[in-house]
């Protein structure tokens, strides 16, 4: 990864599947729940346009659709990047 570029937040996505439980005793099934996102993030090289996504954990800051995210990406392969 030797380039940086930045690219837009397109879709946030709320894990719902996948439940982290915040408090060791509970009143409710949601009561301290915790949910992980993935957000695509769409960012343009050289005319291209690319898309790559990422992870973000329970309890994480989640980026709102429409923010801008700096993104490293490899000059040989602008489809394989690292969202920063």
């Known amino acids: 990864m030797d380039k940086e ?3 837009t937040v397109r879709s946030v996505a709320k ?5 982290v ?3 060791p005793m509970r009143m409710g099934a949601l009561d301290g729940a915790a949910f992980p996102h993935i957000i695509k ?3 343009v090289v050289d005319g291209s ?4 996504r990422k992870w973000i954990g329970a309890g ?3 980026p709102a ?3 801008r995210l700096p993104v490293l ?3 040989g392969k602008p489809g394989k990047a690292k969202i920063l």
Request: net charge positive; proline share 0%; hydrophobic share 30%.
């Open 15 to 19: 894990q719902w599947w996948f439940k």
């Open 41 to 43: 993030v769409q960012y």
């Open 73 to 75: 990406y490899c000059s």
């Open 21 to 23: 439980n915040t408090r």
């Open 60 to 62: 994480k800051a989640v």
């Open 5 to 7: 570029t930045i690219g």
């Open 65 to 67: 659709v429409g923010s």
């Open 49 to 52: 346009t690319y898309t790559k």
